[in-house]
């Protein structure tokens, strides 16, 4: 079983329903196992800020998928949520990337592994480093705690639901 760390976003509509559909479709994929997810972030938007805030979280999984083959799940799942893609960084229903698959380093005119923007955003960092605080970028085995202290604009991500025990569904539990 290969180890990988997707993160999870949306900011139209029901964000938080949003989230839970999607772990639900990752869930019931037959060849992914959900293994802990971080708590709920809000986070300010990045590179097009005309648009509402986003809730954010990091899942980590275990799958005997290929990477291709995760991110192809993962694009039928956007499309199944109704992901449209209009305007780079824009507003959407739900954004699944890959941040981390084992320790491999992937450049393929489809995938980059670990994804290329990782380091420079606190949104993903921190609920990263949430469930795995000791995780290493690949190739160098730069911790990635020492990506996060170089970035001083972390006040737009904001605890929106604290994580409530080890169960991934536990963050839907009324």
């Known amino acids: 079983m290969n180890r990988a760390f997707?993160?999870?976003?949306?900011?139209?509509?029901?964000?938080?329903q949003n989230i839970?559909?999607?772990l639900t479709?990752?869930?019931?994929?037959?060849?992914?196992?959900?293994?802990q997810a971080s708590s709920i972030y809000e986070t300010d938007p990045?590179?097009?800020?005309?648009?509402?805030?986003?809730?954010?979280?990091?899942?980590?999984?275990?799958?005997?998928?290929?990477?291709?083959?995760?991110?192809?799940?993962?694009?039928e799942i956007e499309h199944s949520l109704g992901r449209k893609r209009i305007i780079r960084w824009g507003p959407r229903v739900i954004d699944?990337?890959?941040?981390?698959y084992n320790q491999e380093n992937i450049e393929t005119d489809r995938l980059f592994v670990p994804h290329p923007r990782m380091q420079?955003?606190?949104?993903?960092?921190?609920?990263?480093?949430?469930?795995?605080?000791?995780e290493k970028l690949p190739r160098t085995n730069q911790p990635l705690r020492n990506c996060l202290d170089k970035i001083s604009d972390r006040e737009g991500v904001r605890i929106w639901k604290q994580k409530n025990g080890e169960?991934?569904?536990?963050l839907f539990a009324n």
């Open 46 to 75: 990045v590179g097009y800020t005309e648009q509402d805030p986003f809730l954010n979280m990091v899942i980590e999984i275990k799958t005997a998928l290929t990477p291709v083959e995760l991110l192809d799940s993962c694009l």
């Open 96 to 100: 699944l990337d890959i941040l981390l």
């Open 20 to 22: 839970g559909d999607c």
């Open 120 to 134: 420079e955003r606190a949104f993903v960092l921190i609920p990263l480093l949430e469930i795995s605080p000791d």
């Open 25 to 35: 479709l990752l869930h019931e994929h037959p060849h992914i196992d959900l293994v």
């Open 167 to 170: 169960d991934v569904f536990a």
């Open 6 to 16: 997707l993160a999870i976003g949306t900011n139209i509509g029901d964000r938080y």
